[in-house]
């Protein structure tokens, strides 16, 4: 191994390459991506940087801290993708440098080392640094605040060193912070975990009062003061519609956001590819020969991965990232079968057909869409309900076939892992294995974001950067999008008339408006006889209303 100081320089400057360039190449997406985004852009534009707007409205969803570091990546390098991004790219290479630094602390470098390859060799895990998104600041929060959990209750078993309180000010700052990014949920997977976790231990004391005190006051100080900020400026209806809505979140079922109950089952399981088969294993067969503070800190993990997976396929509403804090045990867990198979030299058991069966799934897709999409017309008989994904197919996405080749490298990666497994040389066959895929992810990133992006929104993007500097209202009819605000970088509104769509469609405008809607919803916004039809592109229909 490395000395300490050179592998966490050799981190840092490998994390930097996987997930800093191109990170402006590529339209943001609808909606979250947008939406925060947005909220930012407008901090900047209004100088009010204590209450998050949306279209200069009080935006009620999420506390600030996230949207704060956006905003001032945006006053450093401008309004757009790269700043909005990049918060989560330097959350990739702090990530990896924690994950490293607490898997040494528990279990030696080796297993530091080996979790954060773990973790920068997942797809999902990996792709969420290059995102816009609130959830890869947030779960660091969360588990750093577990982390400090653990310790203040390792530091209180005898003998005691004392370091306990410190621990207990480390969990108030880091869950406060979580509770700043995100909201309540940043207390409530921790919460349920330690309960759990207190049941286990058969009821023990876990910590002492002081300790439990000092966390509390802590907490309470890191939200409180943007809290009581706001209460004096704005009263309290932020924070009651904030606690309603998180309320909401938990218990219905957003439109389009529903599945099925083992809905982050899958997700984890095929989304967290590769550590996924080797966190089964681990959750199966458990490795034997730990110590006190690794059978702690395991069963740390263990809980944490089940709380979350539990409590998020029992709440309503399914997306992909609700499901995103799990990806600290997992990985953990993967880790812990990676050193056992690298100290033991043992051959890769039945972990590799799991991960042969998952990624030769992923590889047979990504060699075979680039000629599908040269072929597009092939899918539209499938897409015979849904007029709107017909006229998406027909964006002007140009395919070479060389797309292929993110494909055909995941394709080769798993060859590798066979053959090196095969003939014994495990060690080079993990390395081949997480280092191919974190390669895949960029590469297919490369070859197929901004094609994706064709497909689905290019044509509305395009439309809202047209307006741009022009003196103009842009609304979009029948379907939710944050895009036209963002991308026609609205001004502040002065009319507060502006909001009222009533009046936009048929009132005494004092400019353009300008209407968007989905081909699915044409008929009904064609039948407002203000509105005229000023074009159409890839299911997106454009109305004009002139003064």
């Known amino acids: 191994m490395p000395s300490k100081g050179r592998l966490r320089l050799l981190i840092i400057a490998i994390a930097s390459l996987l997930f800093i360039p191109g990170l402006g ?3 943001l997406f609808d909606w979250d991506e947008i939406n925060f985004a947005e909220i930012a852009r407008e901090m900047l534009v209004t100088g009010n940087w204590i209450q998050p707007r949306i279209d200069y409205l009080p935006f009620h969803e999420k506390p600030p801290l996230f949207i704060w570091m956006q905003a001032l990546c945006m006053s450093l390098f401008g309004v757009g993708e790269f700043a909005a991004r990049l918060p989560n790219a330097i959350a990739g290479i702090i990530t990896l440098l924690v994950l490293h630094r ?3 602390r528990v279990r030696g470098p080796l ?54 309180r410190r621990y207990a000010l480390l969990a108030g700052l880091y869950l406060g912070l979580a509770v700043m990014t995100k909201g309540p949920v940043g207390l409530l997977i921790p919460g349920v975990a330690a309960v759990v976790f207190w049941i286990h231990s058969h009821f023990k004391r876990l910590a002492g009062w002081k300790s439990m005190g000092i966390a509390a006051g802590v907490f309470l100080i890191t939200i409180g003061a943007w809290a009581a900020i706001d209460l004096i400026q704005h009263g309290p209806e932020f924070m009651v519609g904030f606690f309603w809505r998180q309320v909401a979140m938990l218990t219905t079922e957003d439109a389009g956001h529903g599945g099925f109950p083992g809905y ?3 997700v984890l399981l095929v ?13 199966i067969r458990p490795t034997l020969g730990q110590g006190a503070t690794q059978d702690m800190h395991r069963s740390w993990m263990v809980i944490l991965f089940w709380v979350v997976l539990i409590l998020f396929s029992l709440v309503r509403t399914k997306i992909v990232h609700y499901s995103s804090m799990c990806y ?71 395919w070479t076939g060389l797309e292929s080749l993110a494909g055909i490298l995941l394709g080769g990666v798993l060859l590798c892992l066979l053959a090196l497994n095969r003939r014994g040389r495990v060690r080079q066959a993990l390395l081949v ?41 842009v609304i979009t009819k029948e379907f939710k999008s944050y895009a036209h605000l963002f991308y026609t970088r609205k001004p ?30 044409v008929e009904e916004v064609s039948a407002i006889p203000t509105l005229r039809e000023i074009g159409r592109k890839n299911g997106f229909v454009f109305f004009q209303r002139l003064p």
Request: overall charge negative; some cysteine.
């Open 25 to 27: 190449a590529v339209h």
């Open 102 to 104: 607490i898997g040494s």
């Open 111 to 164: 297993f530091g080392a080996l979790w954060a390859l773990a973790y920068a060799g997942s797809i999902l895990p990996h792709l969420y640094f290059r995102s816009g998104i609130i959830d890869p600041w947030f779960n660091l929060f969360i588990f750093l605040g577990v982390d400090a959990v653990i310790s203040c209750i390792r530091e209180e078993l005898p003998p005691a060193t004392g370091h306990a």
């Open 264 to 266: 982050h089952f899958v």
């Open 271 to 283: 989304g967290c590819f590769p550590a996924s088969a080797f966190t089964l294993r681990e959750l």
């Open 328 to 398: 600290f045990p997992l990985t953990y867990l993967a880790a812990i079968q990676l050193e056992h198979a690298w100290r033991t030299r043992e051959a890769i058991g039945w972990p590799r057909y799991v991960v042969g069966a998952i990624g030769g799934l992923i590889a047979v897709v990504f060699i075979a869409v680039p000629f599908i999409g040269k072929r597009i017309s092939i899918l539209e008989p499938l897409l015979a309900k849904d007029p709107f994904g017909q006229a998406n197919l027909h964006a002007d996405v140009q």
């Open 433 to 473: 294995l997480f280092g191919g895929t974190a390669i895949f992810i960029t590469t297919a990133l490369y070859f197929f974001i901004d094609r994706i992006e064709g497909y689905s929104q290019r044509a509305a993007i395009e439309f809202y950067e047209a307006r741009q500097g022009e003196r103009c209202y």
């Open 492 to 521: 502040p509104v002065s009319d507060p008339r502006a909001h009222d769509e009533e009046w936009l469609l048929h009132g005494a405008i004092d400019r353009p408006v300008y209407v968007v809607c989905k081909i699915t919803a």
